[in-house]
């Protein structure tokens, strides 16, 4: 695992990572953009009438008025929406970068490391998605049910990542086999490799927390610069899951190629020595 971080950060910095970075970012840009056009002030009406019907909120407006936060009562809407819509950022930066990079980042790795690693299986684009669709509505289930644990500091800081981690690494390991591996390869190594491949999902996941502590170290401002800070949050999430598919493609392709070395399966001599050989990118 530690092998396989070190490379997958030095590889973050090879130019085809960071051009490939790129269009995922001009894409929700696009979509984000078009959202806050037509959505934000109609989503923050929403809110707002959710909010009057919704009696403990009332309750928690008349407390904020007491202690003097009065002035706070505009941003509490907006805030809200800005709170929904991060779960939604980081299964919509999750689905592009695996669609449009994980491809050509496994693509990357083997081409450096293991050139002569051959195919066992062609799964069609769509089989892909809807495994990561899939996992995607798991994972968003999970959120909205685990919300009022959040009012409990210790599962504030548990919970969220443990549940973005796993959605990482349902999608990642996946995504990184779908065309390498068999059913049968795939299903063994995900047996095999559970824990740790469970474990980087979570590690991802806790790195994958930044952009939401900045936007809780922005305060007031996340709601005056929300469309910025969705952007900007793209961005972020982008290059950690970035990490993320080079990370499990460093990790599995090894592991592939040991699996079938074991199972008899076809073994690649120059494959073996590119561990120790290979280039900085």
Excluded at 9 to 36: D, E
Excluded at 114 to 137: E, M, T
Excluded at 164 to 184: C, E, I, Q
Aim: with cysteine; aromatic share 12%.
């Amino acid at each position: 695992m530690v092998d396989a971080a070190w490379r997958s950060l030095a590889y973050c910095l090879h130019p085809r990572v960071i051009y490939l970075s790129l269009l995922p970012l001009i894409l929700a840009a696009l979509s984000l953009g078009l959202l806050t056009w037509f959505g934000w002030t109609p989503g923050v009406a929403a809110v707002r009438e959710a909010l009057d019907a919704w009696g403990i909120s009332h309750t928690v407006l008349n407390w904020m008025d007491g202690a003097g936060l009065g002035f706070l009562r505009t941003m509490v809407a907006p805030f809200l929406l800005v709170l929904l819509a991060v779960p939604l950022v980081i299964v919509l930066c999750l689905l592009l970068v695996a669609s449009l990079m994980t491809p050509a980042l496994v693509k990357l790795v083997r081409q450096r490391r293991f050139p002569q690693l051959p195919d066992r299986q062609s799964v069609p684009w769509w089989r892909s998605l809807l495994w990561s669709a899939g996992a995607s509505v798991t994972a968003l289930t999970l959120f909205l049910l685990s919300l009022p644990l959040w009012l409990i500091p210790v599962f504030a800081v548990l919970v969220p990542p443990i549940i973005w981690g796993w959605l990482t690494y349902r999608v990642m390991a996946f995504d990184t086999l779908v065309d390498l591996a068999t059913p049968a390869e795939r299903e063994a190594l995900l047996r095999q490799h559970h824990r740790s491949l469970l474990g980087m999902g979570i590690l991802c996941g806790y790195i994958g927390a930044a952009p939401t502590a900045l936007w809780a170290a922005m305060g007031a401002l996340t709601v005056a610069l929300a469309p910025f800070m969705l952007l900007l949050s793209v961005w972020l999430y982008t290059l950690v899951f970035a990490f993320s598919s080079l990370w499990f493609a460093h990790f599995l392709l090894p592991a592939l190629q040991a699996h079938r070395r074991a199972t008899g399966g076809t073994a690649t001599p120059a494959a073996n020595t590119a561990i120790s050989t290979e280039p900085t990118p």
